[in-house]
């Protein structure tokens, strides 16, 4: 291979950076980790969601409930799981406000990935027994497992990382992240059908624990940089009210806005499930066939993300800023709802599915993250974390319900909606990037109560 060539170029590119940084290696790892594990699952959760056997998706009590009330379970699946995981989250969402005041970060963070460990053993008992009901109680699980367990990983990493550092990095650690999104997929798909469903949760489990190794090794780094930058320490409890992250957002016009992008995206996406969910019940009778096409779409989707990290991601956030990161996202679904709108098909479904979620992980994400570097602890972790679980999960519940009072209509109605809730998050990005203009230069953010830094 020649030597000047992009892939060795950008290839020397990033053993610079190992050299430069040595905690973005464990960064890389961790977030590989992190992903694969959750990838090897999620398709498994899929087709739990996808299934037309409602008994292996809810107890049989909650059937018999609301057949007593003449409502059949079966035409309400999505609706009733997106309702009851906005109510975990309102429960949560306190219970990790707590953790996170009251504890150290040497606490929390291994706290948090022990308890996920500890229940993915639970699940592989519920499955590998036939329990009736642990279709619900895994999706429940994974999906309050993915927001949180991501978002407490992008909020220690901005503990690691300066602003500067984030813009050169992100896109790298961005990228192990979706080589681990791509391996989890692979391994389902390889191992599924032949060790059973059962199997898989021992294979995450394993992941999740290189996790929390990473996680002390990290820990380091973070200590370090606080100390230099004259921030408040992370190895110290922070503090503060419980629901000062929802306070916040109320407050500041930057969360606030922020929370208005991500609760758009999340209608996109709602909306792009939804649609993607009935094609695959009709198409697909087995929950193992169910779980091989998603897991096909996750490939399509991580091929493309790992793609776009590589060649422009953190070329766009270190030279041109978050800007770019932010909006062509917003452009490309615009588009993609414009052609759903005027032809539904199948396959448009799944390629407009595939390019929203790739645009979010490899540009979006990454993007919105790095402002978490320029802001105090409080910010990150109760802020970041409120906006990435419970909004996030009401922005779930009120799409999930428009997509069935939308649907009634045809798929055209639903992606014509769909269109102006893409143009609104497009409109909120902009916002947010006028808001994070007026941000006080990463030194300016010392140790003063994190509250008290005005956006």
């Given at each position: 291979m020649d030597p000047s060539s992009p892939a060795t170029t950008r290839l020397g590119r990033f053993r610079a950076a190992l050299s430069e940084s040595p905690p973005l290696l464990w960064a890389f790892v961790y977030f590989f980790c992190l992903l694969s594990g959750y990838y090897v699952l999620r398709p498994v959760r899929e087709a739990m969601a996808a299934s037309s056997d409602i008994e292996a998706v809810f107890p049989p009590a909650l059937i018999a409930f609301f057949a007593d009330r003449?409502?059949?379970?079966?035409?309400?699946?999505?609706?009733?799981?997106?309702?009851?995981?906005?109510?975990?989250?309102?429960?949560?969402?306190?219970?990790?406000?707590?953790?996170?005041?009251?504890?150290?970060?040497?606490?929390?963070?291994?706290?948090?990935?022990?308890?996920?460990?500890?229940?993915?053993?639970?699940?592989?008992?519920?499955?590998?027994?036939?329990?009736?009901?642990?279709?619900l109680a895994?999706?429940?699980?994974?999906?309050?497992?993915?927001?949180?367990?991501?978002?407490?990983?992008w909020s220690f990493m901005a503990d690691v990382f300066t602003n500067v550092e984030a813009r050169r990095y992100y896109g790298y650690i961005g990228a192990a992240g979706t080589m681990g999104a791509f391996l989890g997929p692979a391994l389902t798909k390889a191992l599924v059908v032949r060790v059973g469903i059962?199997?898989?949760?021992?294979?995450?489990?394993?992941?999740?624990?290189?996790?929390?190794?990473?996680?002390?090794?990290?820990r380091t780094w973070a200590v370090a940089r606080e100390a230099e930058r004259r921030q408040a320490s992370g190895e110290i409890p922070m503090g503060g009210e419980v629901l000062a992250g929802l306070k916040l957002i109320v407050r500041e016009p930057l969360l606030r806005w922020l929370a208005v992008m991500v609760v758009m995206g999340v209608g996109v996406g709602t909306l792009l499930y939804?649609?993607?969910?009935?094609?695959?019940?009709?198409?697909?009778?087995?929950?193992?066939?169910?779980?091989?096409y998603f897991a096909t779409l996750d490939l399509a989707v991580n091929s493309l993300t790992l793609?776009?990290?590589?060649?422009?991601?953190?070329?766009?956030?270190?030279?041109?800023?978050?800007?770019?990161?932010?909006?062509?996202?917003?452009?490309?679904?615009?588009?993609?709802?414009?052609i759903l709108s005027a032809s539904p098909l199948p396959m448009m479904v799944a390629i407009v599915q595939v390019v929203t979620r790739a645009s979010e992980f490899s540009l979006a994400k990454p993007a919105r993250e790095t402002i978490y570097t320029r802001v105090g602890?409080?910010?990150?972790?109760?802020?970041?974390?409120?906006?990435?679980?419970?909004?996030?999960?009401?922005?779930?519940?009120?799409?999930?319900?428009?997509?069935?009072?939308?649907?009634?209509?045809?798929?055209?109605?639903?992606?014509?909606?769909?269109?102006l809730v893409a143009s609104a998050m497009t409109f909120s990005a902009w916002r947010l990037l006028r808001e994070e203009a007026k941000l006080p230069s990463e030194r300016a953010v010392a140790a003063t109560p994190p509250a008290a830094t005005k956006a």
């Open positions: 003449g409502i059949a379970l079966g035409e309400f699946t999505l609706q009733f799981i997106f309702s009851a995981v906005f109510l975990i989250m309102l429960v949560l969402q306190p219970v990790y406000g707590w953790l996170v005041s009251r504890f150290p970060r040497r606490v929390f963070l291994p706290v948090i990935y022990g308890f996920f460990i500890a229940t993915l053993l639970a699940f592989y008992a519920m499955f590998d027994s036939g329990i009736a009901g642990r279709g895994f999706i429940l699980w994974i999906t309050v497992f993915n927001l949180f367990a991501v978002a407490v990983f059962p199997n898989m949760m021992l294979v995450s489990a394993f992941l999740f624990s290189v996790c929390v190794l990473c996680i002390f090794r990290l939804n649609e993607q969910n009935a094609i695959a019940r009709t198409m697909f009778a087995s929950a193992e066939a169910r779980a091989d793609v776009v990290q590589l060649l422009l991601t953190r070329t766009l956030l270190s030279r041109f800023g978050i800007a770019p990161a932010l909006l062509i996202p917003g452009a490309a679904i615009i588009l993609g709802f414009s602890r409080e910010w990150r972790y109760k802020a970041g974390a409120a906006i990435d679980t419970v909004i996030y999960r009401g922005g779930d519940l009120s799409f999930v319900w428009l997509h069935k009072l939308l649907s009634a209509f045809g798929s055209n109605v639903v992606f014509g909606a769909g269109l």
